[in-house]
């Protein structure tokens, strides 16, 4: 059964990692695609390989942290598509800096792009999805998908701002849920530790600091999860697609952990 069948969804930082996997698992439940990043050429090499799964797709590179980028990747979906059913917030920054070495630039960087960027995406898409008809006769006429993560569930050494930029987004999911209720659903995802580009990233930065070889920092995280192995892009995309679909129409408010029991709360 394709769950998204005809629908249109946005995914924000699809170029690669979990908003890619995001957006082809989309692609597979049959949903057509606005591959959105700051990366012109990964958009594209993703909507390739969204196209070879039989739905199309359309790019749009732009930065995430200009409202005026968000409102203007909005609008693209709504000209080529005619609606925007689901927006998936993902594109995310991350820096490991100590509290006491973290510099209002390193803040405002991690901000702009996670906290205030989301904030006004999801604005963006909120007002196309508010003026559109219903996705289908009795449910909502569209959904978000904003990607937290377990470090907004409690503050993090070494990643304080990136943690407060997280428990935003958390925020902003229930506030967003309560305001658009009952003709949007506002859902959270929080992964864990996820074998991406920006896991590496954290590596390298942490291993640096503490001067430890690289792949010290990821060994001792995948430890630490009670499923006892490293996650993938792959364990998030079955969260994604259940709230985008109709099952999940009648939640909203939440963020769910997906981390193989990393945080349980
Ligand atoms: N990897 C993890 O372990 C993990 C854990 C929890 C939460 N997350 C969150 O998941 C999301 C995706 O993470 P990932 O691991 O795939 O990261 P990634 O670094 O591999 O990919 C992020 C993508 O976002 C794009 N991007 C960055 N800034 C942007 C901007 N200003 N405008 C548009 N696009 C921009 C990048 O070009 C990149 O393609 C992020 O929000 C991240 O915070 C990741």
Not at 147 to 159: D, K, Q, T, Y
Not at 191 to 214: C, F, K, N, Y
Not at 218 to 236: F, H, N
């Amino acid at each position: 059964m394709n769950k998204l069948n005809g629908n249109v969804a946005l995914v924000t930082g699809a170029g690669r990692g979990i908003g890619a996997a995001i957006a082809l698992s989309y692609a597979r439940a049959g949903a057509n695609l606005v591959i959105t990043d700051l990366d012109e050429a990964n958009a594209r090499a993703v909507a390739e390989q969204v196209r070879a799964l039989g739905v199309a797709s359309e790019v749009f590179a732009g930065d995430v942290s200009d409202p005026a980028q968000s409102a203007a990747m909005v609008a693209r979906a709504a000209e080529r598509f005619g609606r925007l059913d689901v927006l998936v917030n993902n594109a995310g920054v991350i820096r490991v800096r100590s509290l006491l070495d973290t510099t209002p630039a390193d803040w405002d960087f991690i901000q702009a792009v996670n906290a205030r960027g989301l904030f006004f995406a999801l604005q963006a898409g909120a007002r196309q999805m508010l003026t559109q008809s219903s996705i289908a006769e009795g449910r909502p006429s569209g959904k978000i998908i904003n990607i937290a993560s377990i470090a907004g569930r409690n503050g993090r050494p070494m990643l304080s701002a990136y943690a407060a930029s997280k428990a935003a987004v958390i925020s902003i999911t229930q506030a967003a849920a309560q305001e658009f209720a009952p003709n949007l659903t506002v859902n959270a995802i929080c992964p864990g530790a996820v074998g991406t580009d920006m896991w590496t990233q954290i590596d390298r930065e942490w291993s640096a600091l503490r001067q430890v070889p690289l792949g010290t920092v990821w060994q001792e995280r995948v430890r630490g999860v009670p499923m006892k192995r490293a996650q993938t892009v792959a364990d998030l995309t079955g969260m994604a697609v259940f709230l985008a679909s109709a099952e999940a129409d009648f939640i909203t408010g939440q963020s769910y952990n997906v981390d193989g029991g990393l945080v349980m709360s």
